[in-house]
């Protein structure tokens, strides 16, 4: 009796431990439950789930504790001889397929709601790159004019390398902000048309259960509709190279009115945009502020791989110190692979995200970097002459 007793003990207690810590886990460690519908339902699904796991689990380990204590041999010691039993084996069979039935029902309706992209009120294209989102919002009635951007970690890259500490304690959002957020209006269901430049990213936002593979060649689509304003983050979940870890994603849920003034100042953003760029372009830059434009351009898109002092990451990211491209090669080429990029490679083209002056500069920088000093000036001039030509 006594061992039946710390038995029974034992088992109550380790069933209180395991509900205990299925509480803190639902607390601490689940699903977030997100804000728009569909991300609601997931959460319910999921939590639905949890539970059917947990009776089986409690019926199970209940039989198989039962058993260890009221069959054990100093209680029966002569065996049983029966070897199996046709009905209980229909039982065990037919309940797990039922419960699958009972699973299997709503997860099918949520997965094909959750596909449903028809009858969307606006489109926006996202496009993955190594290591960046580009957004383009697609004309129709609510986006008058087609906007473009590129969306990147606004993180210094000081605090990641750990090259510089102070304030990162400081920032909320570390390796979690970016300099454009992609914007989108409340109760408006907008279409996303997934697609890549170069490998596979994902691109997902966990409280608007939105997650799709960006895969080069395909455009996967997935939609989503935020009833609430706010901010909401998320991040690449496909191994796509050396700086995975620094693609986030930032979606930034306006009312209705400040979404048409947000796309008016956009508009006028772009427009004063080109016409800056447009006089920079006009210019006869000196070498002094060439070679300062330029280590600031590349510093913020080109040391990721090639690194600060040029030396790369061999195979995988060449060095520009010393390189041919960047010495002995003509300038026209070096041109070419920064306006363009180069296929089945991580160069991207910079032709649609760096304006002419900053194009110029950075090529400047490069040739005339880490000992190189080739003494090549390129202009804005050179860079729209080659654009032309191309």
């Known amino acids: 009796m006594a061992i039946r007793r710390k038995l029974i003990a034992g088992m109550t207690g380790l069933l209180g431990f395991m509900l205990s810590g299925l509480v803190q886990a639902a607390s601490e460690l689940n699903m977030r439950p997100g804000v728009t519908e569909t991300s609601i339902e997931v959460y319910e699904l999921h939590m639905m789930v949890v539970w059917v796991m947990v009776a089986i689990s409690v019926v199970v380990f209940g039989a198989m504790f039962y058993s260890f204590i009221f069959h054990r041999k100093s209680k029966h010691p002569t065996p049983a001889t029966f070897s199996h039993s046709t009905k209980m084996e229909i039982v065990w069979t037919a ?41 383009k919002y697609l004309e129709n009635d609510i986006i008058e004019q087609e906007i473009s951007f590129y969306s990147n970690l606004s993180t210094p890259r000081e605090q990641y390398e750990n090259y510089e500490t102070s304030g990162a304690a400081e920032n909320v959002n570390y390796l979690l902000e970016v300099d454009n957020h992609l914007v989108l209006p409340v109760d408006t269901k907008v279409r996303f048309l ?39 983050r998320g991040q690449c979940t496909e191994l796509c190279g050396v700086n995975h870890g620094f693609m986030p994603v930032v979606v930034e849920v306006l009312s209705k009115p400040d979404f048409a003034k947000w796309l008016s100042g956009k508009a006028e953003e772009k427009r004063i945009a080109d016409k800056t760029a447009a006089a920079a372009a006009s210019q006869n830059w000196d070498m002094d502020k060439l070679m300062v434009l330029g280590k600031t351009v590349y510093d913020a898109k080109c040391a990721a791989c090639h690194q600060v002092n040029g030396a790369g990451l061999p195979p995988v990211f060449p060095a520009l110190k010393g390189s041919a491209i960047a010495t002995t090669g003509p300038v026209e080429g070096h041109i070419d692979i920064v306006v363009n990029g180069k296929q089945g490679t991580a160069m991207a083209a910079y032709g649609a995200q760096l304006t002419d002056a900053e194009m110029a500069a950075v090529i400047t920088y490069e040739r005339n970097a880490w000992g190189n000093d080739t003494g090549d000036k390129v202009q804005p001039a050179d860079i729209q002459a080659f654009k032309a030509g191309n």
């Open 95 to 135: 309940i797990p397929v039922l419960i699958l039935i009972y699973l299997t029902v709503p997860a099918v309706k949520l997965l094909i709601k959750m596909e449903d992209a028809s009858n969307s009120d606006m489109s926006v294209q996202v496009t993955g790159s190594q290591w960046k989102w580009h957004y």
């Open 194 to 232: 997934v697609t890549a430049e170069d490998v596979i990213h994902s691109w997902w936002v966990p409280e608007l259960a939105v997650k799709k593979d960006a895969i080069p060649g395909f455009i996967n689509e997935t939609w989503t509709k935020v009833p609430t304003p706010g901010i909401y």
